[in-house]
Each structure stands twice: as structure tokens, then as C-alpha cells.
């Protein structure tokens, strides 16, 4: 009996699914359910936190943060931590122009900041969303881009986002499920949503 991956890649609303190769990145071997994959993930990004906790004013509105980043919250998990995707997704931009999005975000993101275009939080919560749309890797873009827009409220000197409570917000529930809701109502260019879930502890 040839012994297979028993992990469930099935795509949950919301997450990105993975092709073969990407699939073929998977550090480490033991696990068998996408419950597994979660928890290992999640141990992961416990360990960037803690990394982004002692970074010395990190400049956060560049590629290598943005990668190392990355890099930190998936590297015990997926070989391609911290590499831009190298295919199109279900979401997002062309793959070819991720780099060029990701620059023209940085300095949009820079002139908000200096001009006092809005509030500090609804910067985080624009970059955020821009983040996700242009989703760079192949996976754990929502996870990576909350982390993003929280070093960016640090940097600001501002308190980072409780994000409604919801811990990793990879679990289908409640909070995931308002998440989604005011994602999609930013991405039509409502942010009210949005800027009251991301300040919501519940």
C-alpha cells in the first residue's frame, strides 16, 4: 500500500488554493489534515511575533520587510516562505506585476502618511486591503498582511489591531465570516466596515 498526503487542500472561502508545486513545498511531512497544517502554521507565526517584537523600526514599507516577514511567519512550514507567487490565483494581480503593485503601494502608503491623507488607522486598514489584493505568495496572505498593517500602526506609534477577536481568522466563524464581509464592501470602496472590525475585539 503506497502511503499518500492525507492533508484536505480543499479551498475554504476566502483561501488561496495551491498548485502542485507549491504543494510540493511543504516542510514538514507529518502532518495529515488541514486542521494540522493550521496549528503547525500558527506555532509558526507565534515565533515571527516574537521576531517583529525585538526588530529595531523596521522599515516596513519595503520588499525585503515585506518578504522577510513572510519568510518569518512560514519558514518552518513551506520552502517557498518570503518568494513572490509565481503563478495567478483566484485572487489578486498578474504574478509578473507584484513587485511593481507592491512599490506603487509602499510609496502611496508613504505619501498618506506624510500628507495626513486619513486617520492612522484607516491607513493600516487601506494597506491591508491593498495587501490582499495584490496577494503576493502563494499562500498566507490575509495572515501576512494583518501582521503587515500592524508593524506599519507600530512604526506610526499607534496600538496594533485586535482584528475582531478572531485569532488567526482562518477558521470558518463568525468573525471570519465579517471579515470577509467588510473586505469585499472596501474593496467597492466602503471602508466603514472595516475600520469598525478591525478595532472590534469580539
Same mark, same amino acid.
Not at 498593517?149 to 507600530?154: H, K, S, T
Given at each position: ?9 480543499? @479551498? &475554504? *472561502? ?13 516542510? /514538514?511531512?507529518? %502532518? ?8 503547525? @502554521? &500558527? *506555532?509558526?507565526?507565534?515565533?515571527s ?8 523600526? /523596521?522599515?516596513? %514599507?519595503?520588499?525585503?520587510f ?12 513551506w ?60 499562500n ?6 494583518r ?56
Amino acid at each position: 500500500m503506497v502511503g499518500t498526503m492525507a492533508i484536505d487542500f480543499d @479551498e &475554504q *472561502e476566502g483561501q488561496t488554493p495551491l498548485d502542485p508545486d507549491e504543494i510540493a513545498g511543504l516542510k /514538514p511531512t507529518h %502532518l495529515t489534515t488541514k486542521g494540522e497544517l493550521n496549528d503547525w @502554521e &500558527q *506555532e509558526n507565526i507565534l515565533a515571527s511575533v516574537t521576531w517583529l517584537r525585538r526588530a529595531r523600526q /523596521p522599515d516596513v %514599507l519595503s520588499e525585503d520587510f515585506c518578504r522577510t516577514l513572510h519568510k518569518k511567519m512560514f519558514d518552518k512550514t513551506w520552502a517557498w516562505a518570503g518568494t513572490f507567487r509565481k503563478s495567478d490565483k483566484n485572487i489578486g494581480c498578474d504574478w509578473t506585476q507584484v513587485s511593481v503593485k507592491l512599490r506603487n503601494l509602499f510609496d502611496n502608503v508613504r505619501y498618506w502618511i506624510e500628507n495626513k491623507i486619513f486617520p492612522p488607522d484607516e491607513i493600516a486598514a487601506r494597506f491591508h486591503r491593498e495587501l490582499v489584493w495584490i496577494h503576493p505568495f502563494p499562500n498566507g496572505n490575509g495572515r501576512h498582511s494583518r501582521m503587515m498593517a500592524d508593524a506599519l500602526l507600530r512604526s506610526m506609534r499607534e496600538p496594533h489591531f485586535p482584528w475582531g477577536g478572531g485569532g488567526t481568522l482562518v477558521n470558518a466563524d463568525n468573525a471570519r465570516a465579517l471579515y470577509l464581509t467588510a473586505l469585499r464592501a472596501a474593496d467597492k470602496g466602503d471602508y466603514t466596515l472595516l475600520l469598525a472590525f478591525v478595532r472590534s475585539t469580539a
